[in-house]
């Protein structure tokens, strides 16, 4: 009998670990939180639309390669138009979060299009591939915008996150983005995810992140080997800005150190922030950061 029960408690607990690592934690990775704008309405303490912030904008909805309807808002600048700037947010998010960054791009001339990434707020799609569509994704904003506004202006990314990541391949991807500027992003999927579970769980075994990735990929159909910003840097020659918390727990400043060091453009910014976290880089240092962006938008 006491045979039996350790047998019986091995098995069950091997079970239970296949569960976990097969059918659980892999869904946690590729099927983001939707942000709902009523029930999650106190996010957005300004408000949530761009009338709110006193922008001018409609809400169109964008078809990509793959057929997925992506809601967006087009917002047009307040001033003499200089080009457009497409906002991309991180992984939980959605286009709400934004509002801020296109009253600040309103102001310098450029019209941005805010939207939400598939599998987020009210986007379709069911998983999240952290830039392996969602690259192309950008290719079809790019598409709308030059259509749009009749070609006029240089087109520009911004990418906060998991959207830093996406925009560093999309620049990789699509030369039609002229500039970039990313946002405390990490430089290789597979260790932002090793980083996240260690954090999370305590658990450091980096075989056990890589099943569970390994597994997301089958799931999500992308394979997670090719989300590596730092290797796509090599092969973006657009001026880049990028910016990255010295406090951020989450994503390691160094990884935004080697994204820096792979970009061959020849205009190319690090600016580290001071005490700045993965979420309060605007609050710690947001008159910094406003100077910094408009001098580099005004160079390029």
């Known amino acids: 009998m006491w045979l039996m029960w350790v047998i019986l408690s091995i098995f069950l607990f091997l079970l239970t670990g296949y569960i976990v690592l097969h ?29 709110d912030y006193g922008l001018r904008s409609k809400s169109v909805n964008i078809k990509t390669t793959d057929g997925i309807q992506l809601h967006a808002y087009f917002i047009s600048a307040s001033t003499e138009v200089k080009g457009s700037i497409i906002l991309l947010h991180g992984i939980d998010s959605s286009k709400e979060t934004s509002l801020h960054l296109a009253a600040f791009f309103s102001k310098l001339g450029f019209n941005t299009i805010i939207y939400d990434s598939r599998a987020h707020g009210k986007s379709e799609g069911v998983y999240c591939t952290y830039g392996y569509y969602e690259k192309d994704d950008v290719s079809s904003i790019i598409d709308f915008i030059e259509q749009e506004t009749n070609g006029v202006g240089k087109i520009g990314v911004w990418g906060n996150s998991m959207g830093g990541a996406v925009a560093i391949l999309a620049l990789e991807k699509d030369k039609r983005l002229q500039f970039g500027l990313i946002q405390n992003t990490f430089a290789e999927f597979h260790e932002v995810v090793y980083d996240y579970m260690k954090r999370t769980s305590g658990v450091r075994l980096k075989t056990l992140s890589d099943t569970v990735l390994k597994r997301a990929g089958v799931i999500a159909n992308f394979n997670p080997s090719h989300i590596q910003p730092v290797a ?21 400043p160094s990884y935004s150190e080697r994204i820096y060091k792979n970009l061959t453009s020849t205009r190319k910014e690090l600016l580290l922030i001071d005490g700045g976290g993965h979420d309060n880089l605007w609050e710690k240092a947001g008159k910094q950061l406003e100077e910094a962006v408009s001098l580099f938008i005004k160079r390029v």
């Open 23 to 51: 059918h659980i934690l892999p869904y946690y990775i590729v099927k983001p939180y939707r942000i709902n704008i009523k029930k999650d309405r106190n996010l957005f303490p300004r408000g949530t639309t761009p009338e």
């Open 232 to 252: 796509a840097a090599k092969n973006v020659h657009q001026p880049v800005l990028i910016i990255h918390g010295k406090a951020d727990k989450k994503i390691s």
